[in-house]
């Protein structure tokens, strides 16, 4: 009777620390459109081509990579970034020398949340913890966030998708 006692005293301690922790991850919001002069962006796609007109047989300016941070800069505020033929306009980053151009707006994510990772987080198939894990994620990784849903998170990894537990 003491044993079962002192066990249920121990695993009703651990299950306190447990819900008061602290959180493994922090999620940086969207920026609101008041503080910024066009839409940050990031690219989903490995290879993406910044063009001169809004067609994809326009003369390509230049490539951008998985990740790459474009700023929309072609917007009806507040209502959002404006579509032409699919594309936005845009320039590679804020510097003035910045090539600016046209990007298919299907391949980028306009505005994202961020997660960012404070411990090694697992990366799920699905958002269920017995679904298959696709990824460990080391500290300090940096993925937009894609969709919330419920508890969960669903990523973007290098040009595919994965769910996070919140």
Not at 35 to 44: F, S
Not at 106 to 115: E, H, K, L, R, V
Not at 144 to 157: A, Q
Request: charged share 20%; hydrophobic share 40%.
């Amino acid at each position: 009777m003491k044993k079962h006692s002192w066990l249920m005293i121990l695993t009703a301690l651990m299950v306190m620390l447990g819900c008061t922790g602290t959180a493994f991850a922090k999620v940086i919001p969207p920026l609101d459109s008041a503080q910024q002069i066009g839409y940050p962006a990031v690219v989903l796609y490995e290879k993406l081509t910044l063009r001169k007109m809004p067609s994809s047989s326009s003369k390509a300016i230049q490539t951008l990579d998985y990740g790459d941070r474009p700023i929309v800069i072609d917007a009806d505020l507040p209502s959002g970034p404006k579509e032409e033929n699919g594309f936005v306009y845009c320039t590679v980053d804020d510097s003035e020398e910045s090539p600016c151009g046209w990007i298919d707006a299907g391949y980028i994510i306009i505005n994202p949340a961020w997660y960012v990772t404070e411990k090694k987080t697992t990366v799920y198939a699905w958002n269920d913890t017995t679904a298959p894990k696709i990824a460990l994620l080391d500290k300090a990784t940096r993925l937009p966030i894609l969709k919330e849903e419920g508890d969960w998170y669903l990523v973007s990894l290098r040009g595919a998708v994965g769910w996070i537990h919140k």
